[in-house]
């Protein structure tokens, strides 16, 4: 029998963008598994979150754990699979910023930054495909940034570890397509959410919000089957004149 509900999972979902994405989603009627490593913070997220399952008829459920870790990382897609009966989404958006010169940076902060943004990436994916493809295809939506494209002083692990990320992503778009699972990658550039120590205050308003991201994401998966919008660049409209 044909599933009722579209299953997904979202890593870093208790805030954020990946809190906006989970929202977006269930107001859709997916059912939707939020993952990251504060049980706190996922058990609020997914109370904040009722409301919009009451609307759109999904679900949240919520699991705790260190995508970096393998074995967190594949119990988080197994619970997901176990609670909602499969999987059809996964949206890779756990990620750290930890901004400081490399001269300054630790082998611990390095570590963190790899094994959380690029690491993490690899074992929700490796644990996804077998159920991805058990649904007969699916979508793989990575969430990167424009600082991969962009590096800045300060950003040298994270600005890699998302160029990383993008060339993870369109190998692995080639690989999948023909299995009907869609791979996608979505850079956003400068986000009000105070992620990485950066303004997330009311004065930073021509930032992109996370329901901007939010929406991108779930017009991606709208898209018909036949297309793949395989990579997606979005910025503000208006950021602050350069002088």
Request: hydrophobic share 40%.
């Amino acid at each position: 029998m044909a599933p009722t509900h579209t299953v997904a999972l979202v890593t870093g979902g208790s805030k954020g963008i990946g809190r906006a994405i989970a929202a977006a989603l269930i107001e859709t009627g997916t059912h939707v598994m939020i993952t990251g490593r504060s049980e706190a913070r996922l058990r609020s997220a997914a109370e904040g979150l009722g409301a919009s399952a009451q609307q759109g008829g999904g679900r949240v459920e919520w699991c705790a754990g260190n995508v970096g870790r393998e074995t967190d990382a594949r119990a988080m897609i197994d619970a997901a699979v176990e609670r909602f009966g499969g999987l059809d989404i996964l949206i890779n958006n756990a990620a750290v910023g930890i901004i400081v010169e490399t001269a300054a940076m630790t082998g611990d902060q390095w570590r963190e930054t790899i094994e959380t943004n690029m690491s993490g990436v690899f074992y929700c994916t490796h644990a996804a495909i077998p159920h991805l493809r058990q649904r007969g295809g699916g979508w793989i939506i990575n969430i990167s940034s424009l600082a991969s494209q962009n590096p800045f002083a300060g950003g040298a692990a994270y600005s890699a570890t998302k160029a990383g990320l993008n060339a993870f992503g369109e190998a692995l778009m080639q690989e999948l397509r023909y299995d009907g699972i869609r791979v996608s990658t979505v850079c956003p550039g400068s986000v009000r959410t105070g992620f990485g120590g950066f303004d997330g205050s009311a004065a930073a308003d021509w930032k992109l919000a996370p329901e901007d991201v939010a929406r991108v994401v779930v017009d991606l998966i709208a898209h018909p089957g036949r297309s793949l919008p395989s990579r997606v660049d979005i910025r503000p409209s208006q950021p602050p004149r350069k002088k």
